[in-house]
């Protein structure tokens, strides 16, 4: 009997040795449309996944022609493959943490809506991607209610200056105040957290602000950047977002604490800002002035090997 015990628990030690040494690495899907140069949606949104830790996996809702310079096409696969493809991820994986970027019409939003109702996640994070930096519409003028109405089914929203405005169906704001006011009606209607990002507001502090469906609100400074190497933060932002979210969750921590998403934020926006830094290191495009490049989104990994 004394060796049966011994034996169970150096077993018992063993499994909590490997746990400590094994990092939890959560598992989180990205939901968005597609970018061939790979400086936005999915593209983005895997590499931003694995810079955060986690383990991306993605479904493309969109296929978008698009470059640094301009969106030039977008073709939408039949809604049924879109289901088709979420029951094969579900039917075999456990998600920890859902990244939603781009859906790009009514029949997207619903066929999404539908399938969480039915498949709940830990964590769900939106991207509302509605226009482009180049000023392209990627979301149909139809289903701009559709997506109102799709906020009150995630746990996390990430809009643009310009995205907010067009949800609270409000004008554009001006700065940070005004954008939070916007951002603490959102959320208290729809009990979901709010990222007020000051990436489109003019001044040197362009961080973010999470705003929680109880008014409270803390604010991430981040110093700009003067760098025409912004493509795809929005979805780079949201997938790291979601990612160390996914982690904290799996460590145990509770979504409604606030500091669960502020810790979650802090990491992604100086991660973020990083990788804009090191963006020109990629030489990708050759828009010039045109154009916005891609961040660099392994560049702590690259430091790490140096």
Same mark, same amino acid.
Not at 1 to 21: C, E, I, R
Not at 107 to 121: K, S
Not at 132 to 156: H, P, Q, W, Y
């Given at each position: 009997?004394?060796?049966?015990?011994?034996?169970?628990?150096?077993?018992?030690?063993?499994?909590?040795?490997?746990?400590?040494?094994n990092p939890i690495i959560p598992?989180?899907?990205?939901?968005?449309?597609?970018?061939?140069?790979?400086?936005?949606?999915?593209?983005?949104?895997?590499?931003?996944?694995?810079?955060?830790?986690?383990?991306?996996?993605?479904?493309?809702?969109? +296929?978008? =022609?698009?470059?640094?310079?301009? &969106?030039? #096409?977008? !073709?939408?696969?039949?809604?049924?493959?879109? *289901?088709?493809?979420?029951?094969?991820?579900?039917?075999?994986?456990?998600?920890?943490?859902?990244?939603?970027?781009?859906?790009?019409?009514?029949?997207?939003?619903?066929?999404?809506?539908?399938?969480?109702?039915?498949?709940?996640?830990?964590?769900?994070?939106l991207d509302p991607v509605m226009?482009?930096?180049?000023?392209?519409?990627?979301?149909?003028?139809?289903?701009?209610?559709?997506?109102?109405?799709?906020?009150?089914?995630?746990?996390?929203?990430?809009?643009?200056?310009?995205? +907010?405005? =067009?949800?609270?169906?409000?004008? &554009?704001? #001006?700065? !940070?105040?005004?954008?939070?006011?916007?951002? *603490?009606?959102?959320?208290?209607?729809?009990?979901?957290?709010?990222?007020?990002?000051?990436?489109?507001?003019?001044?040197?502090?362009?961080?973010?602000?999470?705003?929680?469906?109880?008014?409270?609100?803390?604010?991430?400074?981040?110093?700009?950047?003067?760098?025409?190497?912004?493509?795809?933060?929005?979805?780079?932002?949201?997938?790291?977002?979601?990612?160390?979210?996914?982690?904290?969750?799996?460590?145990?921590?509770?979504?409604?604490?606030?500091?669960?998403?502020?810790?979650? +934020?802090?990491?992604?926006?100086?991660?973020?800002?990083?990788?804009?830094?090191?963006?020109?290191?990629?030489?990708?495009?050759?828009?010039?002035?045109?154009?916005?490049?891609?961040?660099?989104?392994?560049?702590?990994?690259?430091?790490?090997?140096?």
């Open positions: 009997m004394t060796l049966v015990s011994s034996k169970q628990n150096d077993l018992q030690h063993t499994q909590s040795l490997s746990q400590q040494s598992r989180v899907l990205s939901v968005a449309g597609t970018d061939p140069t790979g400086g936005a949606g999915i593209q983005a949104d895997l590499k931003s996944i694995m810079a955060a830790g986690g383990y991306g996996m993605c479904i493309p809702t969109n +296929l978008v =022609a698009q470059n640094t310079c301009e &969106v030039r #096409e977008v !073709f939408t696969p039949p809604v049924s493959f879109f *289901r088709t493809q979420l029951s094969c991820v579900y039917d075999d994986v456990t998600v920890d943490a859902l990244k939603i970027g781009m859906l790009g019409c009514t029949e997207y939003i619903e066929a999404m809506r539908d399938w969480m109702r039915d498949n709940p996640v830990p964590v769900s994070v226009i482009s930096t180049s000023g392209k519409r990627l979301l149909e003028a139809s289903a701009e209610n559709a997506m109102r109405n799709f906020i009150s089914c995630v746990d996390v929203v990430t809009p643009n200056v310009p995205e +907010l405005a =067009a949800l609270c169906e409000s004008s &554009v704001a #001006e700065n !940070f105040e005004e954008a939070c006011n916007q951002a *603490r009606k959102l959320a208290a209607k729809n009990s979901v957290v709010v990222i007020v990002k000051g990436g489109h507001l003019t001044g040197e502090d362009v961080g973010n602000t999470a705003v929680f469906p109880d008014g409270y609100a803390s604010h991430v400074p981040s110093e700009r950047v003067e760098t025409s190497t912004t493509h795809g933060t929005g979805c780079s932002l949201s997938s790291a977002l979601a990612t160390k979210i996914g982690l904290a969750l799996r460590e145990g921590k509770n979504l409604s604490d606030h500091d669960t998403v502020l810790r979650a +934020l802090e990491w992604s926006t100086a991660w973020l800002r990083e990788a804009i830094a090191a963006g020109s290191e990629l030489h990708v495009g050759r828009g010039g002035e045109r154009g916005h490049g891609p961040v660099n989104h392994s560049v702590r990994i690259l430091q790490q090997t140096v």
